[in-house]
């Protein structure tokens, strides 16, 4: 522990299978394979872990057509998604089902506590456009669920969570939607909205939430705590190519919030931010920072990892892509 990152290879799971591998801090070369996954039809998240080292694996299978359509779906069936989360005790290779969640739901990814009693994840209703979207926390133990932040817009965007160290805080992106559901053959489609950081206790009856508001035509795609507050991963439009504005190939930063969601320090990353882990390390507090570059724009596509201590990146690897993510490191 400390000295090594785990990823999915390929990190966008969207093949028939995945393996599960280790690689080194040091040097980012990988170290040895946990575990070579079948998806079966299911769709794989970004591993999460524990402090004790215990992965958490997050499957969905999104819902099932009644019939087949041409480029559409004339209906979906009703609470058919699957979700399915698996854990890897710490020394181990056979994932084990921790738990499952009813087929009207649709989760997020699953992301445990640092001391693996707790889960957080987003859930939406399953191919419906109605119902409750939130950010929930499951008692492992118990079972119990409970809402940290919801609504009755099925379109607000919730997660990936982060925990801080003693489990009482958890920072996520969130999008609340401009508008309700648009319904449209096959399904429905959501009006985009502005996107923030939540900071948000996991306290019952605190209340305590604070949003902060990604810079205009940017998004935050993840977050972490470090040892003094709250870093997040933003990707703008600002500075992208000619003719290609999007806030996913343009400038990305690593900002540093204080609890308060104070801005504290502003970190460039490469142009250009489709994707990005933050992961936090449980010994040491320095976050790990995965920056994927977006496909088919004219950058040369690739994973970055840095270390940041919070003062500076220090760099471990870059990773070639081909078209699909390889490497999303996970701190472990």
Not at 4 to 15: I, N, Y
Not at 24 to 45: E, P, W, Y
Not at 61 to 71: E, V
Request: with cysteine; net charge positive; aromatic share 8%.
């Amino acid at each position: 522990m400390g000295r090594t990152f785990l990823s999915l290879v390929p990190a966008c799971a969207c093949g028939k299978s995945t393996a599960l591998d280790v690689f080194s801090m040091s040097n980012g070369r990988r170290v040895r394979r946990i575990t070579q996954l079948s998806l079966d039809g299911f769709m794989l998240a970004t591993p999460a872990a524990t402090s004790a080292g215990r992965v958490y694996l997050t499957l969905n299978q999104f819902g099932r057509c009644s019939k087949t359509g041409y480029m559409e779906c004339p209906h979906w069936i009703a609470g058919s998604c699957r979700n399915q989360v698996q854990t890897i005790a710490p020394g181990g290779s056979e994932p084990q089902v921790a738990f499952n969640v009813a087929g009207s739901e649709k989760i997020g990814e699953v992301v445990p506590s640092p001391h693996g009693r707790q889960v957080a994840y987003q859930v939406r209703p399953c191919v419906s456009s109605t119902g409750i979207s939130g950010m929930y926390i499951r008692n492992l133990r118990s079972g119990h669920t409970r809402a940290v932040m919801s609504s009755t817009n099925v379109c607000d965007q919730y997660g990936p969570a982060a925990w801080n160290a003693n489990s009482t805080e958890i920072a996520f992106p969130y999008e609340p939607a401009a508008g309700r559901p648009i319904e449209m053959a096959g399904g429905f489609g959501c009006p985009e909205g502005r996107n923030y950081l939540v900071i948000a206790t996991t306290v019952q009856g605190s209340g305590r939430r604070i949003q902060v508001p990604a810079g205009r035509g940017c998004l935050f795609e993840a977050a972490a705590f470090d040892r003094s507050g709250v870093v997040a991963a933003e990707g703008c439009a600002k500075g992208s190519p000619a003719r290609q504005v999007a806030p996913n190939v343009g400038d990305a930063f690593l900002l540093q919030y204080s609890v308060n969601g104070h801005l504290k320090k502003r970190t460039a990353l490469k142009r250009g931010l489709e994707q990005a882990e933050l992961s936090t390390e449980p010994h040491t507090g320095n976050v790990l920072v995965t920056q994927d570059r977006p496909a088919n724009e004219p950058y040369p596509e690739a994973d970055y990892v840095w270390v940041f201590n919070g003062q500076r990146l220090r760099p471990i690897a870059r990773y070639p892509a081909h078209d699909a993510a390889q490497v999303l490191a996970v701190a472990w």
